[in-house]
């Protein structure tokens, strides 16, 4: 079992065909592992990789985090029930994230249980840290259409922008909500102001900043001080000699995080160590953002079953290594707090403890 079997190739063979003969992120080992355990445990996944027949260490390394999720995992109590889910497709990426936190939690040396029982409900997992239980709830959310509609509006104003400044080095950040209206205001103002490091406040839509892009490198942020968690895209042109850059921003208007922390409440018990854990690998900056979101929500009078938020985002680098980028928020006001302990364990991860 294992690359033999699946690819029916030697190591090297299978660097310089499925890798395109660039050193992966990733060993024979990890490769061998990994292969052996989608064999036994997730086989449709192995079939769909061979149909879509991609090649590149950013192929095949979903592929590899994959399998040694689950042969680092299906050993637990409760694996198959959470294996029966990843093999439902509208219930497979919040699986997957489950096994990613138990995956984590195995790595600090605790065994997790998986979908443990707990005064009538079933959660995600559950660990034992200085004879106490901590239970999890994790929760996968991805880029709502709403917003998947602002991002593409958003990116068409830059795209606009850009051939209408050529040579410019171009920063909005909207006040107003992006549509037909704004944009077209945006575009007319842009093409009729000079080179400036004035940045220009258009009343009701927003700032905008107008520099020679053979005088300027990297984005700035034109968005005022009391601006909230922001969003953006970014487009660059380089035609000839002549380069254009455009960064188009906004504040965050979502109400996202305090409609997952009243959503998920219900799943605690006020008596217990609470953690819930957000894989934010689907949301665009997601992990920079929702800090921002959660925090205020954690006070003494709500959400105080919730004894801490972990925040995940996991990103491909070019070598096909899965990286994991951790940040921790310790809620003051619960009913429960979390053991010390767990709190150093986790500061073993590099993560970043909000403040």
């Given at each position: 079992?294992?690359?033999?079997?699946?690819?029916?190739?030697?190591?090297?063979?299978?660097?310089?065909?499925?890798?395109l003969n660039n050193a992966p992120g990733f060993s024979y080992d990890d490769v061998d592992t990994a292969f052996s355990a989608l064999e036994r445990l997730w086989p449709e996944r192995l079939a769909e990789f061979f149909k879509w027949n991609a090649k590149g260490a950013a192929a095949v390394g979903p592929l590899v985090h994959y399998g040694n999720l689950l042969g680092s995992c299906e050993r637990l109590r409760g694996f198959e029930r959470v294996l029966n889910r990843i093999r439902i497709p509208s219930q497979q990426n919040?699986?997957?994230?489950?096994?990613?936190?138990?995956?984590?939690?195995?790595?600090?040396?605790?065994?997790?249980?998986?979908?443990?029982?707990?005064l009538g409900r079933v959660l995600d997992a559950v660990i034992e840290v200085e004879s106490h239980p901590i239970y999890f709830e994790v929760i996968?959310?991805?880029?709502?259409?709403?917003?998947?509609?602002?991002?593409?509006?958003?990116?068409?104003?830059?795209?606009?922008?850009?051939?209408?400044?050529?040579?410019?080095?171009?920063?909005?950040?909207?006040?107003?909500?992006i549509r037909p209206v704004v944009s077209d205001a945006t575009l007319k103002f842009a093409r009729a102001t000079g080179f400036s490091a004035r940045v220009w406040e258009l009343?009701?839509?927003?700032?905008?900043?107008?520099?020679?892009?053979?005088k300027v490198s990297g984005l700035r942020d034109v968005a005022p001080s009391t601006a909230g968690p922001i969003i953006g895209v970014a487009h660059a042109t380089n035609e000839g000699?002549?380069?254009?850059v455009v960064g188009v921003n906004t504040e965050m208007r979502d109400d996202r995080a305090a409609r997952?922390?009243?959503?998920?409440?219900?799943?605690?018990?006020?008596?217990?160590?609470?953690?819930?854990?957000?894989?934010?690998?689907?949301?665009?900056?997601?992990?920079?953002?929702?800090?921002?979101?959660?925090k205020p929500r954690l006070q003494p009078g709500i959400n105080r079953r919730f004894s801490g938020v972990l925040l995940f985002f996991d990103s491909l680098i070019g070598s096909g290594f899965v990286d994991t980028e951790w940040k921790v928020i310790v809620n003051p006001n619960a009913y429960?707090?979390?053991?010390?302990?767990?709190?150093?364990s986790l500061s073993s991860l590099q993560a970043k403890f909000v403040t």
């Open positions: 079992m294992g690359l033999t079997s699946s690819f029916k190739i030697t190591w090297p063979d299978f660097v310089a065909t499925w890798c919040a699986a997957l994230s489950e096994l990613r936190l138990a995956a984590t939690l195995m790595s600090l040396g605790y065994q997790p249980e998986l979908e443990p029982p707990l996968s959310p991805e880029i709502s259409d709403a917003r998947r509609k602002e991002f593409a509006l958003m990116l068409d104003l830059a795209n606009e922008l850009a051939k209408g400044n050529l040579g410019s080095h171009l920063e909005v950040f909207l006040t107003a909500e009343p009701g839509i927003g700032f905008l900043r107008k520099q020679e892009a053979s000699r002549l380069s254009t997952l922390l009243e959503a998920e409440t219900k799943h605690f018990s006020r008596a217990e160590i609470n953690v819930l854990a957000i894989d934010l690998s689907r949301i665009p900056r997601g992990v920079d953002m929702f800090p921002q979101l959660i429960r707090q979390i053991p010390g302990s767990f709190i150093q």
